[in-house]
C-alpha cells in the first residue's frame, strides 16, 4: 500500500454521492426496523437504589466490581477564566476504551461497518456508532455478558491493517483524564454482518450528521481522526481531487481541500501554533484534588440524585435498563444529565483565499495538559448568557445570516455516561473584510494544521465533534 492511498482511499469514500452496497434511501427504514426489533427501556431510578452500585463513606459512588467508572467529587483552582475556584462531580474512568471502525472495499470504494446501537442515555434511543464502542471491562466481560461484536478487529492485529490509531480525551469538563483508542481497520476476508449493522460510505455517515442525534458521539470522533489529504502531498487541490474522483469539484470543495493541504497559504507557521498552544499552558495554572462527593458546597447530594443548588451545569442521576441487543439483558447505572444546552461552533473566514479556522485554548478540570484546543464558541445557552454576551463570538454565531452557515444540527453527548444532553453545533464563515482579531488565547489555523494538533491528542471533543460534521458534499 503506497502511502498516498489510506488518505485517497477515504477521499473517495467522503465524496461518494450514494453506494451499491447500502442506498441512502434504505438507512432511515433500517435504523427504525431496528429500534422496532430491539425494545428497550430506561427508567429513572435513585442513585442509591442501583443495583450493583454503593456510595463510600466519603459519598463517592463506585460498581461492587472496581471497575467501569466511579463519581467522585473535584476541587478545582486555576487562574483562567472568571471563576477561579469551584467544586463538582467528576467521573473517573481510567480505563482506555476501544472506538473503533471495520473498513473495507467494495466495488473500490472504502466502507465503514456502522453499528445501530441503543444507549441508555440518548434521546433517540438508536443511533449510529462505531463498529465496536467498549470499555476494557466490558470486552474483558466484567458485566459477566457476550463479548462486544468485531472487537477481535482491533485485539489482533493480523486481522487487518490499521489505518487509524489515535489516543483521544473525552469531555474533560466531567471526565478526569478519560482517553479512548479512536482505530479504523481495513480488512480483506469476509466479514459476517449482523442485522444492527451496515456498511455506509464516509459520504453517508457525514450526511446523516445533518439530522439531529443520529450520529453518536463516539463514531463523530473516530471520523474526525480520518485524514482526507496526505499531509505531505503539495499538489494544488484540483489535482488531489483529480486523483481522487472524476467529477470536477466546486469551489466550495477546492477551498476545504485547499484548506487540508500543505499550500504554504497559512496565516501562521506549524511552529508558531505548537508555540502558541506552549505558552498558554505556561501562562495558566490548573489544580485539581479529588474530594468527597457527599460533601461539596452548592451541591445536593441524596440518595436519589446529585443537583447544583443553582440548577446549573448538570445533575447525576440513576437508570436501570432493560435490552434486547446488548451483551447484557439489564443494568444499572449512573449518568450525567443536563440542565442546560450547550452551544460549539468554529467561525471561518478565507485567508489568503484559503479557509482557517478560529481555534482557542480551551481549560478544563479533567485535562491533565491544562489546556486542549477547542472550538470557537464552547459553552452553555442559557439565557442569561444570551442576554449579556458574556461568552466571547457568541452574538456573532447565533447571528450569522443563514447563507454564511456551512452546517447547523443539535447533536448529542455520549448516550452511555450521558443522559440526554446535546449540543448545538454550528460552523460559520464570516466576511473576511469585517472579521476579528486574534484575541489572547485564540489563534487562526488550516484544517491541515488542526488535524496535526489533532493527530496527538491536542484537540478536545467538541472540536471534533465539529470536525466530523465537515462534509465535502
Not at 33 to 51: I, K, M, N, T, Y
Not at 83 to 89: D, I, N, V
Not at 316 to 322: E, I, K
Request: glycine share 8%.
Amino acid at each position: 500500500m503506497r502511502a498516498d492511498s489510506r488518505e485517497r482511499m477515504f477521499l473517495r469514500s467522503a465524496l461518494a454521492p450514494d453506494s451499491r452496497v447500502q442506498a441512502d434511501s434504505e438507512l432511515l427504514p433500517w435504523i427504525d426496523s431496528r429500534r422496532a426489533a430491539s425494545p428497550f427501556e430506561v427508567q429513572r431510578a435513585p442513585l442509591g437504589s442501583l443495583d450493583g452500585w454503593s456510595f463510600d463513606q466519603d459519598g463517592n459512588l463506585g460498581h461492587r466490581s472496581g471497575k467501569f467508572f466511579r463519581i467522585e467529587g473535584l476541587h478545582v483552582s486555576t487562574n483562567a477564566g472568571p471563576t477561579r475556584q469551584w467544586e463538582q462531580p467528576i467521573m473517573d474512568q481510567p480505563e482506555i476504551g476501544i472506538l473503533g471502525i471495520v473498513a473495507k472495499r467494495f466495488d473500490g470504494l472504502i466502507h465503514f461497518l456502522m453499528q445501530a446501537k441503543m444507549e441508555p442515555g440518548n434521546i433517540d434511543p438508536v443511533q449510529i456508532t462505531p463498529t465496536v464502542q467498549a470499555t476494557r471491562s466490558n470486552y474483558t466481560q466484567v458485566h459477566q455478558g457476550a463479548r462486544p461484536r468485531y472487537v477481535e478487529y482491533f485485539l489482533e492485529r493480523e486481522r487487518g491493517r490499521m489505518l487509524v490509531d489515535q489516543l483521544q480525551y473525552e469531555q474533560a469538563s466531567t471526565f478526569l483524564g478519560k482517553r479512548n483508542r479512536n482505530m479504523v481497520v481495513l480488512v480483506e476476508d469476509e466479514v459476517p454482518v449482523h442485522e444492527d449493522f451496515r456498511w455506509l460510505t464516509l459520504g453517508q455517515v457525514k450526511r446523516l450528521l445533518t439530522r439531529p442525534n443520529l450520529v453518536s458521539m463516539d463514531a463523530r470522533t473516530v471520523l474526525s481522526c480520518i485524514p482526507l489529504v496526505d499531509q505531505t502531498d503539495g499538489r494544488h487541490p484540483e489535482a488531489l481531487a483529480a486523483s481522487a474522483v472524476e467529477d470536477p469539484l466546486n469551489d466550495f470543495q477546492l477551498g476545504l481541500l485547499a484548506s487540508m493541504s500543505p499550500s504554504g497559504r497559512a496565516l501562521h507557521s506549524d511552529e508558531d501554533i505548537v508555540g502558541w498552544l506552549a505558552g498558554l499552558r505556561c501562562q495558566y495554572e490548573l489544580d485539581v484534588e479529588r474530594t468527597a462527593l457527599g460533601s461539596m458546597p452548592c451541591w445536593t447530594w441524596s440518595e436519589l440524585d446529585i443537583t447544583h443548588d443553582g440548577g446549573r451545569y448538570f445533575s447525576v442521576v440513576g437508570v436501570h435498563v432493560q435490552a434486547t441487543n446488548r451483551e447484557v439483558g439489564s443494568w444499572d447505572q449512573p449518568l450525567v444529565a443536563s440542565t442546560e444546552r450547550g452551544l460549539a461552533a468554529f467561525l471561518v473566514k478565507r485567508i489568503n483565499d484559503v479557509p482557517h479556522l478560529l481555534i482557542q485554548g480551551k481549560v478544563e478540570p479533567g485535562n491533565p495538559d491544562i489546556v486542549a484546543v477547542g472550538p470557537t464558541v464552547q459553552c452553555a445557552l442559557n439565557g442569561q448568557r444570551v442576554r449579556d454576551g458574556s461568552s466571547r463570538f457568541m452574538d456573532t454565531v447565533l447571528s450569522a445570516p443563514k447563507d454564511s452557515v456551512w452546517f447547523s444540527s443539535v447533536q448529542s453527548e455520549e448516550g452511555g455516561r450521558f443522559y440526554h444532553v446535546e449540543n448545538d453545533y454550528r460552523i460559520v464563515e464570516i466576511d473576511p473584510s469585517g472579521a476579528p482579531d486574534e484575541p489572547d488565547g485564540y489563534m487562526w489555523v488550516t484544517l491541515r494544521q488542526l488535524n496535526q494538533l489533532l493527530r496527538f491528542g491536542q484537540v478536545n471533543i467538541e472540536a471534533r465533534s465539529l470536525l466530523s460534521c465537515l462534509s465535502l458534499i
